[in-house]
């Protein structure tokens, strides 16, 4: 069965630096998300993407990210300067435009972690 | 705003026990409401989904009723297994293909 994959799946980097998730979306999908999990908190929505621009973002989606489906298979999530409350762990999620299903995929995150 | 609100675990059960674990939701319009589990060291997963009032989702021996007189989606197994050990988010979504709300999530712990 199709999947939805993220690479890497433990990322540790210093504060300051840009990280890149990636993530490699259901084929035939064409409504993508990333999401945030804090470690003991909700799991939060960051964006939406359809048809190569942002649909919706959160409060927590300022400046410092980014996304981008650079060659139609993947799609990334880019913080340009982390900070120390970065660190969670982030989802991947695809949907496809069927209109009963409407079922988003999750992938088996990136677990992030500024030092 | 729209929200999610379930009850907290950590839910310690023994096998074959009766599990209910409440969800409530605020929101305007008429939502969907899913369940998604999470598995030790996995992502999300759809358990069931409910897209309009009454609607009964059902999925793996759990269901949960969409009830919009009380905005509840309570989700409930008759008899769960070790394998059912995990985290459950009770989720919304008032726009097709919007964004998913959840609520913090409960961890549910069986044992044998």
């Known amino acids: 069965e199709p999947e939805v994959t993220q690479t890497p799946s433990h990322q540790v980097t210093q504060m300051g630096q840009e990280v890149i998730l990636r993530c490699v979306p259901i084929?035939?999908?064409?409504?993508f998300y990333w999401y945030r999990q804090i470690l003991g908190q909700k799991v939060e929505f960051l964006v939406s993407?359809?048809?190569?621009?942002?649909?919706?973002k959160s409060e927590i989606f300022d400046d410092q990210f980014s996304v981008e489906r650079p060659d139609g298979s993947n799609f990334t999530l880019k913080i340009r300067s982390t900070k120390l409350e970065d660190s969670a762990m982030y989802f991947c999620?695809?949907?496809?435009?069927?209109?009963?299903?409407?079922?988003?995929?999750f992938g088996p995150g990136t677990r992030l972690t500024v030092l | 705003g729209d929200s999610v609100t379930q009850m907290e675990g950590p839910v310690t059960l023994s096998e074959e026990a009766f599990l209910t674990i409440n969800c409530t939701y605020t929101?305007?319009?008429?939502?969907?409401l899913f369940w998604y589990v999470q598995y030790p060291g996995e992502g999300l997963q759809l358990l069931l989904k409910?897209?309009?009032?009454?609607d009964k989702g059902s999925n793996k021996g759990f269901e949960a009723t969409y009830r919009k007189e009380t905005t509840s989606f309570h989700l409930e197994k008759g008899s769960v297994q070790v394998s059912d050990s995990a985290v459950y988010f009770c989720?919304?979504?008032?726009?097709?293909?919007?964004?998913?709300?959840f609520g913090a999530g409960t961890q549910v712990v069986v044992t044998p």
């Open positions: 999620a695809s949907s496809d435009r069927d209109r009963v299903r409407k079922e988003q995929f």
């Open positions: 084929s035939n999908h064409l409504y």
């Open positions: 993407f359809y048809n190569n621009e942002i649909s919706e």
């Open positions: 929101a305007t319009g008429y939502p969907s």
């Open positions: 409910a897209t309009k009032a009454d």
């Open positions: 989720a919304l979504q008032t726009d097709s293909w919007g964004k998913l709300q």
